[in-house]
């Protein structure tokens, strides 16, 4: 089957860096082999946000123009909008490379429940904190001590945050780092690596350096994969990230 790819990353740090994209045409590569697809075009947008519409996107707009059916390495890189997918899905054939035998409909479901589930965690904590509250207008001691507890735990994070508001650039420095690699980590495992010395060697192996310009170590690995929250059985078990 012939299809074309679609890469698309949120920033100019990531495109200029050529991770973000790199990893994405790793991971459309990396299914394409196992499906049995022929990319005969590829087309990526940069700086662009997920929260605009696919074919309001220069590059995107091309590629679903094509006619071929359009490739992206993870959903999210097509959008983040349930609208936006139902929408594509009626007039566009589009597969994700994450998900390779998915069809429309999973794609579909796949993408409501995310979304259902961030709007549930949402009025879970609006409904408790609410609920909370009037406990403690009734006179409910307990619920007063955990609103009290709240308030200056608020308050305490509001103190720090303006204590250490000089490392906070620092900070979102090396958040903007982690991120330029987690696609690339992530491929990693994907494609075998079960241990961090075997992620660090994929690495070095794909000529990614370190945020200083050094050698990838398991230590290394380990500190960038806190930072984003990940973890190998879970990188390697689910393969659709958020």
């Known amino acids: 089957m012939e299809v074309v790819a679609y890469y698309r990353v949120s920033t100019k740090g990531q495109g200029e860096s050529g991770l973000g994209l790199d990893a994405q045409r790793e991971y459309v590569k990396f299914a394409a082999e196992q499906q049995g697809w ?81 709007r549930f965690i949402s009025e879970r904590t609006k409904a408790a904190l609410k609920s909370l509250e009037a406990r403690a207008a009734g006179g409910d001691a307990e619920a007063v001590q955990k609103i009290s507890n709240r308030s200056q735990a608020l308050a305490k994070g509001r103190s720090m945050l303006n204590r250490t508001k000089g490392h906070a650039t620092q900070r979102q420095q090396a958040d903007d780092r982690a991120a330029l690699v987690k696609d690339a980590i992530e491929l990693c495992v994907l494609k075998g690596a079960s241990s961090l010395q075997a992620v660090a060697d994929c690495l070095i192996e794909r000529n990614i350096p370190t945020a200083r310009g050094g050698q990838w170590s398991p230590t290394a690995v380990m500190r960038v994969m806190q930072r984003l929250g990940l973890e190998l059985n879970k990188v390697a078990n689910g393969p659709e990230g958020a």
């Open 38 to 118: 022929v990319v005969v075009a590829e087309f990526e947008d940069v700086g662009i946000s997920g929260s605009v519409h696919p074919l309001e996107r220069p590059a995107a707009a091309k590629a679903f123009a094509t006619g071929h059916p359009v490739v992206v390495a993870k959903l999210d890189r097509l959008s983040r909008d349930v609208e936006h997918i139902a929408g594509l899905m009626k007039r566009s054939q589009f597969m994700v490379a994450t998900m390779p035998k998915a069809d429309t409909m999973q794609l579909h479901l796949f993408a409501m429940l995310a979304e259902q589930e961030r």
